[in-house]
């Protein structure tokens, strides 16, 4: 689905820099979930999205928690948001003017950052020299993988699968774009 890999400077960077990544990565969890949430009450027509949101949102805010006790543990803490690049970007790619169209990108950029999101937690699964630490990344990179997939599909179950094919080809170029103007930091993106 990604139209390209993370620059191999990032995995160093993030690992010099684990504790901001920490705190980067309780934030993105904590969005994911509140994320499905917005989803689901903007469209409480749809049953499917309604249920799958709403599963995802607790799979996501459980995410948050076993992060934000390892920054708590690691003597950290969360601090307000300083906001996220990276997604607004991504959002500025949604259409707007119908419905159907706009469900299908907010679906599709989502995936999309589901996507980024799992490339990422493997790398740091990968990387990460403490064992404990790695482990608890794999676990959570294995969670994530089908999250991806899951937008993909609902967006399916709502358009055309052919045009959401096609637009998912558009937004991932899109993505793959914004993230390589973006600075290299240590964060999720
Ligand atoms: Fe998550
Ligand atoms: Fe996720």
Do not use: N
């Not at 459980?62 to 543990?73: E, I, T, W």
């Amino acid at each position: 689905m990604l139209r390209s890999s993370t620059d191999p400077r990032w995995l160093p960077q993030a690992l010099a820099s684990f504790d901001r990544v920490l705190v980067d990565h309780a934030h993105c969890e904590k969005k994911a979930a509140s994320s499905a949430i917005s989803l689901l009450a903007a469209f409480p027509g749809h049953s499917l999205l309604v249920q799958r949101m709403a599963r995802l949102a607790q799979e996501e805010i459980g995410h948050f928690r076993q992060v934000y006790d390892r920054l708590l543990a690691r003597g950290g803490c969360l601090g307000r948001d300083p906001g996220d690049p990276y997604a607004r970007g991504l959002r500025a790619l949604v259409r707007h003017s119908q419905e159907e169209t706009r469900l299908t990108d907010l679906l599709l950029v989502s995936a999309l950052i589901e996507a980024r999101s799992h490339e990422r937690l493997d790398l740091l699964a990968r990387g990460l020299a403490d064992r404990e630490l790695a482990d608890f990344y794999a676990g959570l990179a294995r969670a994530e993988s089908g999250h991806a997939r899951l937008f993909v599909d609902l967006a399916k179950e709502y358009a055309d699968p052919a045009a959401v094919d096609a637009r998912l080809a558009e937004l991932a170029a899109a993505e793959a774009d914004l993230l390589a103007r973006l600075p290299i930091a240590p964060r999720i993106h």
